[in-house]
């Protein structure tokens, strides 16, 4: 079995022990506007607990978020601040790696609403902060085959390699339903375009632990061996599929602790993922314990 890789977790929700609070439209682009201190600070902890990739406080660095105005005057600049914060969190650390995140750039678990002209626009923006302070991006919460193609194709003649990460649908009640994106696009859809826009590992985040499993069986199925697959779940409760992430500070769930979700890790791992790590409400507990685990 190929050895397991940490990721870090879920950067908005730990800003909060390290004095950054999280606020609506903003989220935790907030952070480094505000509090930059914080954000490299959450850096070095998932650093600490184990993780060997820091990714970009860069998912809410977007219109949606900041307003288009703010996003046309700081956008970039931010982008390069999210970008030096994480990398030099990273130098402190042998091995450590930076991810640039390439958020859903029309807003989380909205395929319906993606511009792919407006989506391309601002990700290219992101994209020119970034590029001098990460070694790979990551396409993450992906929630359609068009925004992921639209995203990779930001990237496009990037010296550096392309993960891209898909949000599912969470249906953990639903054991007849196949796992799918939540656009409805199917996981096979979702690997032949990862494979086609040149992605060097494929992973699934953003969504429910519980949904997980049967995503990284049909995924390593039909990946070659050499394309990792990763996982990192969210502590939220089911998202319907109309319902945009982040329109409210979601609750947490209590029942994932981290020593119950290393066991849903463990179910991945035994799939076959080898790219392992959390997303919003995973913190840096959390990682600690996956590197008891898994490390």
Request: charge should be negative.
């Amino acid at each position: 079995m190929s050895p397991i890789t940490l990721l870090d977790g879920g950067l908005s929700r730990e800003l909060l022990a390290y004095g950054a609070p999280l606020r609506q439209p903003e989220w935790s682009a907030g952070a480094l506007m505000d509090h930059p201190q914080a954000v490299q600070a959450a850096h070095e902890a998932f650093f600490l607990a184990g993780s060997s990739i820091a990714t970009t406080n860069t998912y809410a660095v977007v219109p949606y978020h900041i307003g288009a105005a703010r996003f046309a005057e700081r956008g970039q600049a931010l982008a390069d601040l999210a970008g030096r914060l994480a990398r030099d969190a990273a130098r402190k650390h042998s091995g450590a790696r930076v991810a640039g995140s390439l958020p859903p750039a029309c807003g989380s678990y909205l395929p319906r609403d993606f511009d792919p002209v407006a989506g391309a626009r601002i990700l290219s923006v992101l994209v020119r902060g970034l590029t001098p302070h990460v070694d790979l991006w990551l396409a993450e919460t992906m929630s359609s085959l068009d925004e992921a193609r639209v995203t990779a194709r930001a990237v496009a003649g990037s010296d550096k390699p392309l993960w891209i990460s898909f949000s599912l649908r969470d249906d953990p009640g639903d054991d007849r339903r196949a796992p799918a994106l939540r656009s409805g696009e199917s996981v096979a859809e979702a690997v032949a375009l990862a494979m086609g826009q040149g992605a060097e590992a494929v992973l699934f985040n953003c969504s429910m632990p519980e949904v997980m499993e049967k995503a990284v069986t049909e995924a390593r199925a039909a990946l070659p061996a050499r394309i990792p697959v990763g996982v990192y779940a969210n502590a939220f409760t089911a998202r319907g599929e109309d319902g945009a992430a982040n329109e409210v500070l979601a609750a947490i769930r209590d029942d994932l602790t981290p020593d119950s979700y290393t066991r849903w890790t463990d179910r991945w791992v035994a799939a076959g993922a080898t790219l392992i790590g959390g997303c919003c409400g995973i913190g840096a507990a959390h990682i600690a314990a996956l590197h008891a685990r898994h490390g």
